[in-house]
């Protein structure tokens, strides 16, 4: 991927707001929307399927660090790709032609912007084979305890969280 190089061309204004590059995310909380397109626009090509694929990817994972389960990358990339385009068609509107619904669509566009960009998991079915697949993993890997030691601590979490209940055991994970 390559990068901008100067910041004066990297500024795109919709309204009276500035969107700036964003070299990588802010530490400690999950991003907005506009600091999503920020980080896209570190790109010079932002629009290209690459670039929202790698901020796809960076988004999936910074999710899952704050152990909150996000769609899938590709559903999160099509979710991105929809906002990309929007709001290069906001940047590049003929001046000329802005008027009062320009500037109530740009307007919302804004306000949207500045909430989470959000992308948690809601379906339950695959929201349960994703925390069988993190338990697993960091219980096995991480803390390098016994299969069978995993896979009880691994049930009993999600018995705690209503996974498992005496209707649904298909979800018991064993050893």
């Not at 704050?66 to 099509?78: F, H, W």
């Not at 299969?147 to 498992?164: H, K, M, N, P, Q």
Request: aromatic residues 14%.
């Amino acid at each position: 991927m390559s990068t901008r190089k100067t910041a004066n061309k990297s500024n795109k204004y919709i309204v009276d707001e500035c969107f700036r590059p964003l070299e990588e995310f802010p530490f400690g909380k999950l991003p907005t929307l506009k600091q999503v397109l920020e980080r896209c626009l570190y790109f010079k090509d932002y629009r290209k399927d690459s670039v929202q694929r790698d901020v796809s990817v960076e988004l999936f994972n910074l999710w899952v660090n704050y152990n909150v389960y996000p769609i899938s990358v590709i559903g999160i990339k099509t979710k991105l790709s929809s906002y990309i385009e929007n709001f290069y068609k906001f940047v590049n509107y003929d001046k000329k032609k802005r008027g009062q619904k320009y500037e109530t669509d740009a307007g919302g566009f804004i306000e949207e912007a500045n909430q989470l960009f959000d992308v948690h998991q809601k379906d339950h079915k695959k929201l349960a084979e994703i925390e069988k697949k993190f338990l697993l993993k960091n219980l096995f890997f991480r803390y390098q305890i016994s299969d069978r030691a995993g896979a009880a601590i691994a049930s009993a979490t999600l018995v705690d969280f209503g996974v498992i209940t005496k209707d649904k055991m298909q979800h018991v994970i064993d050893k």
